[in-house]
């Protein structure tokens, strides 16, 4: 069986799989050709991340996929539940990357409170006393309290981080949940769990919090979670960060909140219109971005490589060569 990995997958993950019997394509297949792709090469599986999309035509026009896996959380950029009405397997590795996800959050969230994004950038060619004086008033993230809006096995793994530097956590979810919450071994003591009562209530949460993470898919509609109304309610001064999904901040109105002092600063991992972010998002002083790069770290990519070969293998079994 032929599996086309097109947004690629880790050389341990193409080793397991080759090993089981697939052959693993790793070409880049543009989204325009995709179709004629898959059919002219008798591909039966397709492997994605976050690039390409599996949408309905492309399940129409290709009878001979059994299987689709995206090698991450979120599969929003496949149209999950008509491929299986078609009888595809969907799968996707949903625990493999939450720890990258959670420590570039982390990375976001001290980036902003001391302003390491924007000075990174100026020292070359800034005057350092007046640098100084304008990045010379940082905040701690020891005792603030941190919104962690969906609390899923991401937002979980970003709870523990906090926890450990001492932050207070507030989950919002839509179903109350008692979740407990490990911060590893600690040395003579053992594991250290500690127990956190999720919320449904998102309005209280973004009054209470000093940070706000955001863990939630795209919204069915394609509306924004964050738009005016949830700026307006939030502490004045207030670090967001969105490493979830583009679309789930309304970016107009966080440029907004930011002019108007509301939001100290953002972190964006995702963006609307990828791979072309607007530019007033990427030029603007107090908004700290990456490349849609969470689950990107060799570790995840491994893991997510070695769990999509297993669930592979586990539905189809070896192949055994004719």
Request: glycine letters at 10%.
């Amino acid at each position: 069986m032929k599996i086309l990995a097109n947004d690629g997958i880790s050389n341990e993950g193409k080793v397991a799989l080759e090993k089981a019997g697939f052959t693993v394509i790793t070409d880049k297949v543009d989204q325009d050709n995709l179709i004629n792709y898959v059919n002219a090469n008798n591909i039966e599986m397709i492997l994605v991340r976050s690039a390409t999309t599996i949408r309905q035509v492309v399940i129409d026009a290709c009878p001979g996929l059994k299987l689709l896996g995206r090698g991450g959380v979120g599969m929003d950029n496949i149209d999950v539940t008509y491929a299986r009405e078609k009888g595809l397997i969907v799968i996707n590795t949903p625990a493999s990357s939450s720890q990258s996800v959670a420590e570039l959050v982390m990375g976001h969230l001290f980036a902003g409170a001391r302003s390491l994004h924007d000075s990174f950038k100026k020292m070359e060619t800034g005057d350092f006393s007046a640098l100084k004086k304008k990045y010379g008033k940082g905040i701690e993230l020891r005792g603030k309290t941190i919104a962690i809006i969906g609390f899923g096995r991401i937002g979980q793994s970003l709870a523990s981080y906090a926890l450990g530097c001492g932050m207070k956590v507030i989950a919002v979810n839509n179903h109350e949940i008692n979740t407990e919450i490990s911060l590893g071994e600690i040395q003579g003591l053992g594991e250290i769990k500690v127990s956190i009562e999720s919320t449904s209530d998102l309005n209280g949460a973004l009054k209470e919090a000093d940070f706000i993470s955001l863990h939630i898919p795209k919204q069915d509609d394609g509306s924004a979670v964050i738009k005016k109304a949830e700026f307006d309610i939030m502490k004045k001064g207030v670090v967001l960060v969105n490493a979830a999904r583009g679309g789930v901040v309304d970016e107009s109105a966080l440029l907004e909140a930011i002019a108007e002092g509301k939001v100290a600063y953002a972190g964006l991992d995702v963006f609307e219109n990828e791979p072309n972010p607007r530019a007033d998002l990427l030029n603007n002083e107090k908004i700290g971005t990456t490349p849609h790069i969470g689950a990107a770290t060799n570790e995840a990519q491994d893991r997510i490589g070695l769990e999509l070969a297993d669930l592979i293998v586990k539905q189809f079994g070896v192949q055994v060569p004719a």
